[in-house]
């Protein structure tokens, strides 16, 4: 599904990815742990085509396609998802009008019929059931106002509603209270399938107790420098970074 | 160097013009202004962003040959008067108008030669509308429909609207002004607004002349006790539009709103230029101006709020955003704040900038294509604008006017792709 080979990358002359190597197989989750400032946020962003990013080396292909010569947009279109770690505020564009018109973006990538008002209302409704959120959360203006939990909730809404093959949940769990922690992560779990991966990147363990990963990498200084089953995760949380990937 | 424009030809047109006895006094006036200072150059403070040289420059024809009538703009309520190349037309209106002589006790005491777009008007016009509300009535929503035939040549006309609104009394003005594609034709109306204790007036106004015309209006209001005065003013059309609003809180707990939108698309040059006197206490006054500029144009905010001593409890707020779709456009912002009372909140702000990167990414990383996405970033800030107009019909017609701005001026000026 994605293939991340030597890629390094900089911002304003800055190294920040020093050579990362990680596959990601079709049907997996995959986590990334990492100290702050090891390339975490970076890396996400690189995958989903944010400007101001340099790559000075390395490939990624994604299911065989070189993600990094694409447009953003174009990456949504194939299936690429960034579930935000600070979701932005759009005042002034409604959040039906935005989810409606994403989801009819990358519908008429896949050659779908687009869907109309009433058609996409009826979809949302049963997703924004299952992320409890309040349906008035369609009429205002994208993530304006909302509290930290609705912004990630409406993150994941996006997700369930544009159905990605490779999902980057970038700190997804920075913010939320237990119970909404739940929520997100059963969001994700519902989206598990053959043809359905994700990276999620955090910096503590407590996501990784509901979203159980594949594999758990540890970022440090821009490189993977340590891979290992979902027990890793615990390792690191028990003993730090600097002594597990010593 | 002349300190003024050359104002000849507008003067040798004002000498044509039979004045009755009871606009004698304010015609002499604008006259005598405008025979010693003329227009003003851009050496004058209040037009330094504005250059007027262009009117002066204009040939102006004295009489326009009505041809075909344009199509007139959606019936928005169900009373409207009907201005055609600046007359008053009672066979496409639908309320009786009343005479301008009707209200020669109040013109020219609002609207004075001191000011120059006053002074012309003054000199030249030949009709106008006169409104008077009565105490205690609410005239519900009142259409004020200027439209231009696109006549033998280019004209200028000058009306003259004189409303007063008694105690109590309520009136939602919704002022349309359009035009012809490439007639250099002059609007410049001036209106004399007085509002009496606890009156109500919404006014909004959307301004869509043609694109070679030129559109200079400025509205005077008087605003009494516990009265509240509501503009929102969308200056969209013309080469070169200005649009002033000079407002005094006169009464205590009186109320000013001034608001609005200006879309600047290649070629254009619009200004707002406010002028506001809080010379009562516990009054409050609320400004917010969005301006989109693209290709190359020129966008013009100049916010004046003057707080006399007496008018302590001041409550004031002033914001000028603007938003660059092009790196030819220009975008000049100048707050000017005159305190004399000790006890007053005023805040004034201004933000100038492109489409925000981080929102553009969040749009494409969604799948939304750029431009598609551009767009929808443009209509939102504008939105939020337009948005804040409380009557449904009003709020209608703005949102029709500004919807496809962008989209349409992306496609016909090549400058403004890139933000």
């Known amino acids: 599904m994605l293939r991340i080979e030597g890629l390094t990358a900089e911002i304003d002359g800055k190294p920040i990815l020093q050579g990362v190597d990680l596959e990601v197989p079709a049907g997996e989750l995959h986590a990334i742990m990492g100290p702050n400032g090891s390339g975490k946020s970076t ?21 065989g396609v070189d993600l990094l010569a694409m447009e953003p947009e174009e990456r949504a279109a194939s299936g690429v998802f960034l579930a935000f770690q600070y979701p932005v505020e759009l005042p002034g564009v409604g959040n039906a009008n935005f989810l409606r018109t994403a989801l009819n973006a990358v519908r008429r990538h896949r050659g779908e019929p687009e869907v109309d008002a009433m058609q996409f209302l009826k979809l949302a409704r049963v997703r924004m059931k299952e992320l409890s959120m309040p349906e008035d959360m369609l009429k205002r203006g994208v993530n304006v106002g909302f509290s930290g939990g609705e912004k990630k909730r409406n993150e994941v809404l996006q997700m369930a509603l544009l159905r990605p ?20 992560a059963d969001g994700v779990n519902a989206m598990r399938a053959p043809d359905f991966s994700a990276l999620i ?46 | 160097m002349n300190a003024i424009n050359n104002a000849a030809g507008f003067l040798a047109r004002a000498d044509t013009l039979s004045t009755p006895v009871w606009a004698a006094s304010t015609r002499a006036a604008g006259r005598a202004a405008l025979a010693t200072y003329g227009l003003p150059t851009r050496r004058a403070e209040a037009f330094k962003y504005t250059d007027l040289a262009p009117v002066t420059q204009a040939a102006f024809g004295a009489e326009g040959q009505a041809l075909a009538l344009p199509a007139l703009p959606a019936m928005r309520g169900h009373a409207r008067l009907v201005f055609v190349d600046g007359v008053l037309r009672g066979d496409l209106s639908n309320l009786p108008p009343r005479p301008l002589s009707d209200a020669a006790g109040l013109l020219g005491s609002l609207a004075h030669a001191t000011q120059p777009l006053a002074a012309m008007n003054a000199a030249l016009f030949e009709d106008g509308l006169f409104l008077d509300v009565p105490a205690g009535e609410d005239a519900g929503l009142i259409e004020l429909v200027s439209v231009v035939t696109g006549a033998m040549g280019p004209i200028a006309f000058h009306p003259r609207h004189v409303l007063r609104l008694g105690q109590g009394a309520r009136l939602t003005l919704l002022d349309t002004s359009d035009g012809v594609a490439g007639l250099g034709y002059l609007h410049n109306p001036v209106f004399e607004i007085s509002l009496g204790e606890g009156a109500e007036m919404a ?51 009186a109320m000013c709103h001034m608001n609005g939108a200006q879309l600047v698309g290649d070629g254009q040059h619009a200004d707002t230029t406010t002028d506001l006197h809080h010379a009562a206490p516990d009054c409050g006054s609320r400004q917010t101006y969005k301006t989109v500029l693209a290709g190359r144009s020129r966008g013009v905010f100049q916010g004046k709020i003057l707080v006399s001593r007496a008018a302590q409890r001041t409550d004031g707020y002033q914001m000028n955003q603007a938003l660059l779709l092009s790196e030819t456009s220009e975008m000049d912002s100048k707050p000017q704040l005159e305190i004399y009372a000790d006890d007053v909140k005023c805040s004034h702000g201004a933000t100038v900038g492109a489409l925000d990167a981080a929102q553009l990414f969040y749009l494409r990383s969604r799948g939304i294509p750029q431009e598609q996405a551009r767009s929808m970033l443009v209509e939102a800030f504008l939105t939020e604008a337009v948005d804040g107009v409380g009557d449904d019909a009003c709020r209608t017609a703005l949102s029709e006017a500004v919807a496809g701005w962008w989209v349409g001026e992306r496609s016909t000026a090549p400058l403004a792709g890139r933000a």
């Open chain 1, 43 to 63: 890396l996400s962003y690189v995958l989903s085509g944010r400007e101001g990013y340099e790559i000075t080396g390395g490939s990624v292909t994604f299911n």
């Open chain 1, 165 to 184: 093959k490779l999902a980057i949940l970038d700190e997804t769990d920075s913010g939320l209270d237990i119970d909404a922690l739940k929520i997100v």
């Open chain 1, 201 to 246: 990147i955090t910096h503590y363990q407590r996501l990784l107790d509901y979203i159980v990963p594949d594999r758990v990498h540890v970022l440090m200084a821009g490189r993977i420098v340590k891979s290992g089953g979902p027990e890793l995760a615990h390792e690191l949380e028990a003993q730090g970074y600097a002594q597990v990937a010593a």
């Open chain 2, 203 to 253: 006014h909004v106004r959307i301004q869509r002349e043609g694109r070679a015309a030129f559109h200079l209006s400025s509205v005077h209001t008087a605003i009494a006790a516990r009265a509240t005065y509501d503009n929102f003013t969308l200056n969209a059309g013309g080469r070169l539009a200005r649009n002033e609003i000079h407002a005094s809180l006169d009464g205590p707990h």
